[in-house]
């Protein structure tokens, strides 16, 4: 599987176009990908070719790609067994289980992804796009619309400490 910039789009449509946001995504994300790096003077072609022979000749860069892909590969696993039951749940009439499994993943959700944030913050790691801190404020405000305890007062206390990632940006 080779890497392929995202900047590389098939589409040709103008990125001024309101329906092509994930054009625009792709260019923040690119963008941010290559922030702080020698990089940034580098062609999508150029980056591409560059990813692709790293990862077949370099071990570090070997071993940070697949570390990468496996959890990636996880964690979609883990969103998609979540969906499932909660559809299961939905299609049974037992909205409060389908809710209950939501909520978990949520939580789960917020944490990494602000321990992602911080981590990235900390130790000037890589530049994220907007779209990591919409979520955050989305689920900020859901929680506040839809207050919810887990039950366990530590994951709680982690997902307080999660959303409060938003109160320095």
């Given at each position: 599987?080779?890497?392929?910039?995202?900047?590389?789009?098939?589409?040709?449509?103008?990125?001024?176009?309101?329906?092509?946001?994930?054009?625009?995504?792709?260019?923040?994300?690119?963008?941010?990908?290559?922030?702080?790096?020698?990089?940034?003077?580098?062609?999508?072609?150029?980056?591409?070719?560059?990813?692709?022979?790293?990862?077949?000749?370099?071990?570090?860069?070997?071993?940070?790609?697949?570390?990468?892909?496996?959890?990636?590969?996880?964690?979609?696993?883990?969103?998609?067994?979540?969906?499932?039951?909660?559809?299961?749940?939905?299609?049974?009439?037992?909205?409060?289980?389908?809710?209950?499994?939501?909520?978990?993943?949520?939580?789960?959700?917020?944490?990494?992804?602000?321990?992602?944030?911080?981590a990235g913050q900390k130790g000037k790691l890589f530049k994220h796009t907007r779209q990591p801190l919409e979520a955050l404020q989305w689920?900020?405000?859901?929680?506040?619309?839809?207050?919810?305890?887990?039950?366990?007062?530590?994951?709680?206390?982690?997902?307080?400490?999660?959303?409060?990632?938003?109160?320095?940006?």
């Amino acid at each position: 599987m080779g890497i392929r910039s995202g900047a590389q789009s098939a589409n040709p449509a103008s990125n001024t176009s309101p329906t092509n946001q994930m054009s625009r995504y792709l260019d923040a994300q690119q963008e941010a990908l290559v922030s702080g790096t020698a990089a940034t003077n580098l062609s999508d072609v150029e980056r591409s070719r560059l990813m692709n022979e790293s990862t077949r000749t370099n071990l570090a860069a070997q071993l940070w790609f697949r570390s990468a892909m496996m959890g990636i590969a996880s964690g979609t696993g883990a969103r998609m067994a979540v969906e499932i039951r909660a559809l299961e749940s939905l299609r049974a009439g037992r909205i409060k289980d389908a809710i209950r499994d939501l909520e978990e993943a949520l939580d789960g959700d917020i944490i990494v992804l602000a321990e992602h944030l911080r981590a990235g913050q900390k130790g000037k790691l890589f530049k994220h796009t907007r779209q990591p801190l919409e979520a955050l404020q989305w689920a900020k405000h859901y929680r506040l619309k839809f207050p919810h305890k887990s039950g366990n007062p530590a994951t709680d206390d982690r997902v307080k400490y999660g959303l409060s990632y938003l109160d320095n940006e």
